[in-house]
């Protein structure tokens, strides 16, 4: 089991920045791949960003050339480094730590772009 903690969402204009955080611990070595997802009100939760296990990293073609994912592993954290954020951006943003046999959520962050 991996337990999964978010952090780093807020209000930011548009066009600002935000860093969200994912601090992940448990059984770290059954993860093969961390995910960032978002829920905006009435839609569906979509798939914002993927990094792997090797470092290998895939986005949505909504947030390609925004956003990037990263990990580190030295301190059982995943971010999403979000730039020129739109109104369109605002949702709750989760996180994904997924292997074999379990998947794992966070509790989500509240991420809203408005000015």
């Known amino acids: 089991q991996v337990q999964l903690v978010e952090s780093g969402g807020g209000l930011v204009q548009p066009g600002g920045s935000l860093r969200l955080s994912c601090a992940y611990s448990?059984?770290?070595?059954?993860?093969?791949?961390m995910d960032w997802y978002r829920q905006a009100p009435g839609k569906e939760r979509e798939l914002v960003a993927t990094?792997?296990?090797?470092?290998?990293?895939n986005y949505a073609d909504s947030v390609k050339g925004r956003f990037t994912i990263s990990r580190d592993n030295a301190k059982n954290m995943v971010y999403l480094q979000m730039n020129s954020l739109k109104p369109e951006d605002t949702a709750v943003y989760y996180c994904?730590?997924?292997?074999?046999?379990?998947?794992?959520w966070g509790q989500g962050t509240q991420v809203t772009v408005s000015s």
């Open positions: 448990g059984s770290i070595s059954s993860i093969n791949a």
């Open positions: 990094v792997t296990s090797g470092g290998s990293t």
């Open positions: 994904k730590a997924w292997g074999r046999i379990f998947t794992s």
